[in-house]
């Protein structure tokens, strides 16, 4: 009984948090937008850029604080690339849960990278993203689990994967 949740923009309001650090942290206006999360990664491992424990819980979407708040002891938080960064967001958002996480080093590979954890979790396993592309690469490593793709910017999806715009949409996996 494990639910693995995508972090940006399935639990947290990445655009938001992109406006925030660059109103507040560093300023990009040189950079394309490509380029912040390698920036910002070099920054926090750098020490330069550092999140207060709980700064970051204000971009977790509502449904989703609620769901985790019920949920915690089987939620995982699963996302890739530019570790840093993600774990300092993780670390600064969740500050208040006591979720594990697991950061892909290759975002091409997140099905392969799962199914490599997948046994340390309770099944049934239930894996939530907004990303097709992801969900196409879990679908490809991971053939049972049930996928939900998590529409927060009102499209309709890609119609491959039952979608949601909420967490509580979620069916109770026992």
Known sequence: MSYFLDLDRTIFDTESFVLYVQK???????YARSEFGLIWNNHVVAGTLRFAPGELERFLYLDAKDFIRQHAR????????????????????LTNFEI???????????GRFLRGHLQAYKPPHLYVDDSSTNLASVA?????MPLYEIRRDGS???????TITDLAQLPEIR
Do not use: F, W
């Not at 594990?100 to 997140?110: A, D, F, K, M, T």
């Open 24 to 30: 507040h942290r560093l300023s990009m206006e040189s």
């Open 74 to 93: 089987r939620c995982v938080i699963v996302t890739q690339s530019n570790p840093a960064l993600q774990k300092a967001k993780i670390e600064s958002a």
């Open 100 to 110: 594990p996480y697991l950061i892909s080093p290759i975002p091409e590979q997140r």
């Open 140 to 144: 490809s490593s991971v053939g049972d």
């Open 156 to 162: 309709k999806g890609s119609g491959l994967y039952p």
